[in-house]
């Protein structure tokens, strides 16, 4: 099984683009979708961040809002929660990947935000990088309900600029030029991954 790590900075598309994996026969392991779970009422994360953000937790479940005040207010609390997040996310996809292989899945598609920032393009066989200009960016992630441009700004600064994620990649798959060419790269992508795995 071929395991890709797919990729984007904010509101380049790449939810859009996982979903096109996914209709193509790809198994998708959605990190942000995790991290939902583990936030959620019952989740694993929640009595971490009680200890952490007591003010957080909001009928027993994390207030993502509240959660974003404290992360914008002083970027250390970023790498706290990060440095207890990631190993369960990567818990998790150990976990989807047994399932993919049950299923007889052979590409593997890891849908992860940071996965140059945090190294994790070292535990991909390829990266996909997702792109699109910034005059379609921005635009996308203003639109974004709760979205103001402090908030964009801070998101975008933690992530590594999209030129250096788009001269790590194995492939780069641009949004900007419509669906159906996205769609199309998607396909040629999936292609060149099932002959590698033959």
């Given at each position: 099984?071929?395991?890709?790590?797919?990729?984007?900075?904010?509101?380049?598309?790449?939810?859009t683009?996982?979903?096109?994996?996914?209709?193509?026969?790809?198994?998708?392991?959605?990190?942000?979708?995790?991290?939902?779970?583990?936030?959620a009422?019952?989740?694993?994360?929640?009595?971490?961040?009680?200890?952490?953000?007591?003010?957080?937790?909001?009928?027993?479940?994390?207030?993502?809002?509240?959660?974003?005040?404290?992360?914008?207010?002083?970027?250390?609390?970023?790498?706290?929660?990060?440095?207890?997040?990631?190993?369960?996310?990567?818990?998790?996809?150990?976990?989807?990947?047994?399932?993919?292989?049950?299923?007889?899945?052979?590409?593997?598609?890891?849908?992860?935000?940071?996965?140059?920032?945090?190294?994790?393009?070292?535990?991909?066989d390829?990266?996909?990088?997702?792109?699109?200009?910034?005059?379609?960016?921005?635009?996308?992630?203003?639109?974004?309900?709760?979205?103001?441009?402090?908030?964009?700004?801070?998101?975008?600064?933690?992530?590594?600029?999209?030129?250096?994620?788009?001269?790590?990649?194995?492939?780069?798959?641009?949004?900007?030029?419509?669906?159906?060419?996205?769609?199309?790269?998607?396909?040629?992508?999936?292609?060149?991954?099932?002959?590698?795995?033959?």
């Amino acid at each position: 099984m071929i395991i890709v790590g797919l990729t984007g900075s904010i509101g380049m598309g790449k939810s859009t683009t996982a979903q096109m994996f996914k209709d193509a026969g790809a198994y998708v392991f959605d990190a942000d979708a995790v991290v939902h779970k583990l936030y959620a009422k019952g989740g694993e994360a929640v009595p971490i961040l009680r200890a952490v953000f007591p003010d957080v937790i909001v009928d027993g479940a994390v207030d993502r809002a509240r959660l974003s005040k404290h992360l914008q207010a002083d970027p250390l609390h970023i790498q706290v929660l990060e440095s207890f997040i990631h190993p369960m996310v990567v818990k998790m996809r150990t976990r989807a990947i047994s399932e993919a292989k049950q299923q007889g899945k052979t590409i593997f598609v890891a849908d992860i935000p940071l996965l140059f920032e945090t190294g994790g393009e070292a535990k991909v066989d390829k990266a996909v990088v997702v792109s699109a200009k910034e005059d379609v960016q921005k635009p996308r992630v203003l639109a974004r309900a709760g979205m103001t441009e402090a908030k964009f700004n801070l998101i975008k600064n933690r992530q590594m600029p999209d030129a250096e994620k788009r001269s790590r990649a194995d492939y780069i798959i641009e949004t900007d030029k419509g669906f159906d060419h996205a769609r199309a790269q998607v396909l040629e992508i999936m292609q060149a991954l099932a002959n590698k795995e033959h």
